[in-house]
Structures are given as C-alpha cells and as structure tokens.
C-alpha cells in the first residue's frame, strides 16, 4: 500500500480518463489542481484511504467524470454545489465519510446518475421530491444518516430503481405506493427501512408493508 499526502503539483494530464488510488494510506486533502488539470477524466477513484477535508469544488468542472469514488475516507463538510455541471456522472459513492447537511439541488441536476451511495454520514434534512429527477437510478443508499421526515410519493419515474436503502435515519409516515409499486412489478428487488407497526404521530420509523428488510 502507498502511504503519504498527494503533491499539491499533481495533474495536468490531458487525456487522462482514469485515476485510481484505491485501497491505500493516503491522508490529507484532494488537491483541487489534480482535478481542474485533467479536463478529460473519466473515472477518479480514490476510495478506500484516510483522506480528510471537504470535497473540491474543482470536482464539478470537470464535465467529462462518470464515476466518484471516494468511499470509506474521512471527508467532511458538504456536497458541492458545483457538482451540478456533472451532468454525464453515472456512480458517486460517498458512502462512510462524514458528508453532513442535506442534499444539495445538484444532486438532482445529475440526470444519468445510475448509483448513488451515500450511506454512513451525517446527512440531514428531508428526501426531496426532486429524486424523481433522477430517472435512470438503479441503486440508492441513505441508510445511516439522520434524514427526518416522510418518504416522497415520487418514485413512479425512477422505473429502474432495484435497491433502495433507506434504514437507520429519522423518517416517518408510510411508504409510498409509488416505491410499493416498484417492488410488486419486481423491479425494485431490495428495500429497506426502519419500520414502524403503528405510525402513530411522533414515533420513529415507517409504516411498511411492501419492505424486503425492516431493520
């Protein structure tokens, strides 16, 4: 394993479509000059390592990324809005960081975005209605983060959605009969939260009935 920071110098490589780091010991923050050189890259993964800081804005100016790996680090702060301009983004796996405050509208300007890991942050606020945006999704994780509110009845438009993780947070009400509908055309084949028998006013948890795992 390659153990270190990463030189604020590094990039400048047109052409260059993938960059992988994965599985190593590298600490320290993502330089901004790595990624705002590389105007052709396809792929930046760099999962998997102790990086810490927040997410460059510089990510989002590079309009040619299909995957951001950068799970199991310890990144902080927020989403980047200039993440909207990735409008050819299909994974963004932020999952086991310490990613906190809700979801930004760029989020949903990623119209092919086809894997969206976000588990095991700090993630806060309510699921937008916007996720209906988000029409090619094939696998979304929220669970272990502290999102309060109601399931949006939106999910009719995500017709490929076939894992939907969202246990482990604060949600409430019932599960919509856009999401159950996915499960009974047997499209949606995993579906997670934390159920609720009751769903009386004020308690934790969700009311349903159409769930592969209640946890």
Known sequence: AIEGTIPNDLGGWTGLRMFSISHNQLYGSIPSTLLSTSPDLHIFNAGHNKF??????????????????????????????????????ETLNLAENKIHGSLPYAVYDMDRLETLYL???????????????LSHLELLTLNHNRLVGTVPDVFSKTRFLQEMH??????????????????????????????????????????????????
């Open 52 to 89: 810490s800081g927040t997410l460059p804005e510089a990510m989002g100016t590079v309009a040619s990324l299909r995957e951001i790996r950068l799970e199991y680090n310890d990144l902080d702060g927020t989403i980047p809005d200039s993440f909207h301009a990735l409008d050819r983004l």
């Open 119 to 133: 588990h095991g942050n700090q993630l806060t606020g309510q699921l937008s209605p916007d996720f209906s945006r």
């Open 166 to 215: 969202l246990h482990n947070n604060e949600l409430t009400g019932t599960m919509p009969n856009s999401v159950c509908t996915l499960t009974t055309n047997h499209r949606l084949t995993y579906l997670s939260a934390t159920c609720t028998e009751t769903n009386n006013a004020g308690e934790l948890g969700v009311k349903c009935d159409c769930c592969t795992d209640c946890l």
